[in-house]
């Protein structure tokens, strides 16, 4: 820092000395160098000073009585508030073991009595400029770190962005070829059913007619259990028919998540995403082996249509289901008793500001306190490595903030599972 630049600045300096004379001296020759100035005569009274203003720069005497310098010195050096102040000591010492402690002690510079006005000043320059290079270092690193947390989420928006194409092209594609095939076996079962029947009813019309088959028409009779065969092929093709049913209902599912072929942002029942992403998740929530089903118990309130971009916020509803089933399988053998068992709770409700409000929780293993507060952060996961890539609830995030102007918050503790809460407004104005 020049003394132009100094002059234009207008430095604020804390000068400590209990000599009258000295203050004097030093007051007068910074403020005709432009510098801004204030004085303190005793340690306790710069402390004071520093608090209720920060200066840019201290200039302190050892000898003082009361607090000596060293001691005012550390003490700034202890409070995280007045640490980053540098501090330039006075002293008519000039013993290296009094220049060496002064430096222990956190000061920048050692200027010995008497004076000589060039080289204080130079000095004085010459902190200031190196304060006014690390601040301007710390802006540079914060906008950096900003840099880099945009270029992050950018990344996670591009990724996730791929990844939902892909998975709705995806979709879309099997929808269609299952539904041609579901559409084929369905439009047949009934013919087939008829057929069937026909044929059955011809075999017991050959039974009335010739009551004394041949022994070749007994034996094969006796080998295909024509009574259990006569008996029991409706419950095959109702097995058939119920198959297909599921099929479709599936499909519909799957229809009603993807919103395939549907406007960005449409008037939509919150209720239907949430029932069709629940059926989607069927295979995740059935017990398997010595695993138990988990329960989901929903509490639906009557709500209005929401205005919103259905498939992103039935994604959200995915990732935050997924995430809780994830956390039940986690906590799943290790102290689920009896009396309880792993459980996701659905709740939706109008508040009375045209939001709604969509509640999900689960009794899994919770999440640690110094983890919530990252939680939407691009690419952090609290799931084992290899088990999550830190984009769900990010894009989530995403989703229901940014994309719908709600909010998403999230509670929870350690083995007391965790309750993400979804807000948003019924009307979403669409922005470019």
Not at 32 to 42: A, H, T
Not at 168 to 183: F, K, P, R, V
Not at 392 to 401: D, N, S
Request: with cysteine; charged share 20%.
């Amino acid at each position: 820092m020049d003394s132009k630049l100094a002059n234009t600045f207008k430095a604020d300096i804390l000068i400590v000395d209990d000599t009258p004379d000295n203050i004097r001296f030093l007051s007068s020759l910074l403020l005709d160098k432009g510098y801004n100035v204030r004085k303190s005569i005793n340690g306790q009274m710069a402390l004071t000073a520093v608090k209720t203003l920060q200066p840019d720069l201290i200039l302190l005497d050892i000898n003082m009585s009361g607090m000596n310098g060293y001691e005012v010195c550390e003490r700034l050096k202890e409070d995280t508030e007045t640490s980053s102040v540098p501090v330039i000591f006075l002293s008519a010492l000039d013993d290296v073991l009094d220049k060496v402690k002064a430096f222990q002690v956190g000061g920048v510079d050692y200027i010995t009595k008497p004076f000589q006005i060039e080289e204080v000043l130079a000095r004085i320059q010459n902190q200031l400029t190196i304060q006014s290079l690390q601040t301007q270092l710390k802006n540079q690193n914060s906008q950096l770190q900003q840099a880099l947390g945009d270029l992050k989420k950018a990344q996670a928006q591009l990724v996730q962005k791929e990844k939902m194409l892909g998975l709705g092209q995806l979709a879309a594609g099997m929808a269609h070829e299952i539904n041609n095939s579901i559409g084929f076996i369905s439009g047949n079962l009934d013919p087939a059913r008829k057929y069937i029947q026909d044929l059955l009813n011809l075999v017991r019309i050959y039974q009335q007619e010739y009551p004394k088959p041949t022994l070749s028409i007994q034996k094969a009779i006796q080998e295909i259990d024509l009574d259990f065969l006569n008996s029991d092929i409706q419950n095959l093709v109702g097995s058939m028919q119920t198959g297909v049913e599921r099929i479709c209902t599936m499909l519909l599912a799957l229809r009603i998540f993807s919103r395939l072929n549907e406007s960005d942002i449409k008037a939509v029942d919150i209720h239907e995403g949430l029932n069709s992403t629940l059926l989607l998740l069927q295979h995740r929530l059935r017990g398997e082996g010595k695993r138990p089903e988990i329960q989901v118990i929903k509490k639906y309130e009557d709500l209005p249509l929401v205005n919103c971009y259905a498939n992103q916020l039935n994604q959200a509803f995915l990732n935050l289901l997924n995430n809780a089933i994830d956390a039940l399988e986690l906590r799943i053998g290790q102290d689920f008793s009896e009396s309880s068992s792993p459980t996701i709770w659905i709740s939706t409700e109008f508040s009375a500001w045209e939001t709604i409000i969509i509640r999900i929780k689960d009794n899994g293993i919770g999440i640690a306190e110094e983890m919530r507060s990252r939680l939407f952060d691009p690419f952090f996961t609290t799931k084992p490595i290899g088990q999550g890539s830190g984009l769900g609830l990010l894009t989530t995030y995403e989703i229901i903030v940014e994309k719908h102007k709600g909010q998403l918050t999230c509670h929870s503790f350690p083995g007391q599972g965790a309750e993400f809460t979804i807000e948003i407004p019924v009307h979403l104005v669409k922005t470019t």
